[in-house]
């Protein structure tokens, strides 16, 4: 509408020009393409988005906790603490999302403290990784030490393991 199309529709009021309309979809800079521009999503989006990251993070954190305490313990076996470890990298990524999603929120307070907000997120997320190579790596001294004592109750030793696992592969 320009105008003078308005003063046509209305034509009691003269002279005052209509607000504006503006798309609601563009109101951060968090943007996707999509048809025709960048789709900007509301800060209700990003809000409700970082709440359901957020309710991941619980979701995944205490069966993650649970599952590698049972493994930790002996309780569980390898594959208690692979679902611990998958659980957990799911735990990082929805934790990066949280801040990734709040920051355009946050920054309209301080951008200061929204990358601060982000950057330890980020370092949360980070030791959360190390922490699932870590158990990764006790998962894998466990199962060389089974190997080790099944081939020594066996009575092969590891010269003799190894040869054969080489000649097998061949």
Not at 7 to 12: G, I, K, S
Not at 18 to 39: A, E, H
Not at 91 to 112: D, E, M, Q
């Amino acid at each position: 509408g320009s105008i003078a199309q308005h003063e046509r529709a209305f034509p009691n009021i003269r002279g005052v020009q209509r607000t504006p309309i503006v798309d609601k979809r563009r109101c951060t800079p968090y943007t996707t393409d999509v048809g025709k521009g960048p789709l900007m999503l509301s800060n209700r989006t990003l809000a409700a988005v970082a709440g359901a990251l957020y309710l991941l993070t619980f979701v995944t954190s205490f069966p993650a906790l649970a599952l590698k305490e049972s493994y930790l313990r002996g309780d569980g076996g390898p594959l208690a603490a692979q679902w611990g470890a998958v659980l957990e990298i799911f735990l990082a990524l929805a934790c990066i999302g949280t801040a990734v999603f709040l920051y355009p929120i946050a920054r309209k307070s301080s951008s200061a403290l929204a990358i601060g907000f982000v950057a330890s997120r980020v370092l949360e997320a980070s030791t959360i990784v190390m922490g699932v190579l870590a158990l990764l790596s006790v998962m894998t001294r466990r199962e060389a030490e089974q190997m080790n004592t099944e081939q020594m109750s066996s009575g092969i030793t590891a010269s003799e393991a190894a040869s054969v696992s080489v000649s097998d592969s061949e």
